[in-house]
């Protein structure tokens, strides 16, 4: 049994996709979209969803086409790059099914700057910083 | 970007010449299992190539080395029989991002609730 749900032409970035919600958008090329997230967890923290139906990361893996893998994560470095996050680095993160705690069936990457992270990688980061060193504190 | 240390930990663990823990591994990425696991379930997915982090790797491998790694953090996942409860993939890149090793890799994380983006965080995440 699979606990995949099927995908939902409905979901809240589908429509954006289809230009029925607005977004702040970051980058756009043919592969993706990204744009930041409407509740970010980071001073930076944008969201690149790819342009195609896929549920999750398993599933974009699984079945999307070489050129739009390819270009999918092509773009997630480039808005990388274009947010100016390349020397002071950033994390990306996918989440998938119930214990990634993936709330959009629409396969996304966040893309999380701007500060130092935690190394608890378990946690998301959280918008008042806590859980997040502080700069070159690294912890043990 | 720092260059390419072909002695770094994850480079020595691809010519065999330190030990892992291997959950698979293919002609484009190897997995094996994190030393210091902070998950119940902690892998490490490595292309098979010299790329320092995200970045590198997505500006300078070819094509069919991004498609071929990405379907095996997926199947590692798959291999892990994390799919149906789900997983946690993270990539770090640069100081910001606490990379650590200086050989682009993805973090698979599993065995328990993560923290969720919107929502308290979940159990065992230590708030």
Not at chain 2, 67 to 93: D, K, M
Request: charged share 20%; hydrophobic share 40%.
């Amino acid at each position: 049994m699979s606990t995949t749900p099927a995908y939902d032409r409905n979901n809240i970035f589908a429509r954006i996709l289809r230009g029925e919600l607005p977004c702040r958008k970051v980058y756009e090329d043919e592969f993706a979209l990204a744009f930041h997230d409407i509740h970010p967890l980071a001073p930076v923290h944008v969201l690149v969803i790819p342009k195609g139906e896929y549920v999750s990361q398993a599933d974009f893996c699984a079945k999307a086409p070489p050129e739009l893998v390819v270009g999918f994560w092509r773009a997630a470095a480039k808005v990388a790059h274009d947010l100016g996050l390349d020397p002071e680095g950033y994390r990306m993160v996918a989440n998938h099914g119930p214990n990634g705690g993936q709330l959009v069936f629409h396969f996304h990457v966040h893309i999380f700057g701007g500060r130092a992270m935690s190394h608890r990688m378990g946690n998301m980061p959280r918008p008042d910083g806590a859980h997040e060193s502080r700069k070159g504190d690294r912890q043990a | 970007m720092p260059v390419y240390d072909r002695s770094n930990v994850f480079a020595r663990i691809l010519r065999g010449e330190a030990p892992s823990t291997r959950v698979y591994e293919d002609e484009f990425a190897l997995a094996f299992r994190n030393i210091h696991p902070r998950t119940p379930i902690h892998v490490v997915v490595v292309p098979k190539g010299e790329y320092v982090s995200h970045a590198d790797f997505s500006a300078s491998a070819p094509p069919e080395l991004i498609v071929g790694f990405w379907r095996a953090v997926g199947r590692t996942a798959a291999a892990l029989g994390l799919e149906q409860r789900g997983y946690r993939i993270i990539t770090n890149h640069g100081s910001d991002a606490n990379q650590v090793v200086f050989h682009f890799h993805v973090h698979i994380l599993g065995g328990r609730q993560m923290g969720s983006v919107s929502g308290p965080p979940g159990p065992g995440d230590g708030t």
